[in-house]
């Protein structure tokens, strides 16, 4: 029994987690070659018998198309349910491959089939007589350890298929690509506050509150902060203080109800709180 780690392995923690972040992001293609070699190596350890069919997908869209025109399932989401996720298994192989490699605990060997194929592909599946590996995405966009690009797809395949993200939120292209095309009942429609403060953001502060009425209540240049302020009172989303700093930054904050002066905003929020937004009293809905 193993009750306490060395120095020595302690140092090691780094290695393994910088190692399997590389796997995890990785945006190589897919070692077909030795990704069969590893598919038999998993299937043994499983005690099972390995197909001696493969194939090779561009995305995950292509591998769904290809599994459900092979077996036509019920439902394509048994497909995506019975799905391997290759590389992106990174986040828990890494534990095992510590505890096989510095620790030399035997019961991790069986899923050694698994921690090479997350070496050499992307997501993939196992059948009794096929097996189906996918290439990696070419392109994957992080900001702030999250998926996000405000200008392209998140996450790009081969083939085209693509994910849009802003800031870990899963969007449409059209929020992405052309916001400007939004509709007011789209953004008023969506259900996930987060999402809808998005695509506002996207289609921009200003022309949304004078499209949906909202009345500028006050307004002021606080030069304690910097900032030139707006208040304005929505027809179905409270107030939202509009604030301009000196580096051209847009925030937009919810306050309560009872504000009815940007100074009252900035008594209610703090000193010094408006702009420095490491300290989030208030709700920040959008910046820019």
């Not at 069969?36 to 090779?56: G, I, V």
């Not at 198309?65 to 989401?77: F, G, L, S, W």
């Not at 592909?121 to 992080?142: K, M, N, S, T």
Request: aromatic residues 12%; glycine residues 6%.
């Amino acid at each position: 029994m193993i009750d306490s780690l060395t120095p020595e392995q302690i140092s090691k923690f780094d290695f393994y987690k910088n190692k399997w972040i590389n796997i995890g992001l990785s945006t190589e293609p897919c070692d077909f070659e030795a990704s069969k070699a590893h598919a038999r190596e998993a299937y043994s350890y499983a005690e099972l018998t390995c197909p001696e069919e493969f194939f090779l997908a561009d995305s995950p869209k292509h591998a769904i198309d290809m599994i459900y025109e092979r077996y036509k399932p019920d439902n394509k989401n048994d497909i995506v349910e019975a799905t391997m996720f290759g590389n992106q298994e990174a986040c828990w192989l890494s534990y095992y491959d510590f505890m096989l490699n510095e620790l030399n605990i035997e019961a991790c060997q069986p899923i050694m089939g698994l921690m090479k194929l997350a070496e050499t592909c992307g997501w993939w599946h196992g059948y009794e007589d096929a097996v189906f590996f996918q290439h990696r995405p070419i392109e994957l966009h992080l900001e702030n350890n999250v998926l996000h690009n405000d200008k392209g797809p998140a996450v790009l395949y081969k083939d085209g298929y693509s994910l849009y993200s802003i800031n870990g939120y899963t969007v449409t292209e059209q929020i992405v690509m052309s916001p400007e095309t939004l509709t007011i009942s789209q953004i008023e429609g969506e259900g996930n506050a987060d999402i809808q403060s998005i695509m506002i953001d996207r289609y921009g502060w200003p022309k949304y509150l004078k499209v949906i009425g909202a009345k500028c209540i006050d307004f002021r240049d606080n030069d304690v902060e910097g900032t030139k302020e707006a208040l304005y009172e929505t027809p179905k989303n409270g107030k939202r203080l509009v604030v301009t700093c000196t580096t051209g930054r847009m925030f937009v904050l919810g306050v309560p109800d009872n504000v009815i002066k940007c100074e009252d905003a900035q008594s209610w929020m703090g000193p010094s709180e408006l702009v420095n937004t490491k300290v989030k009293k208030f709700n920040v809905i959008a910046r820019t």
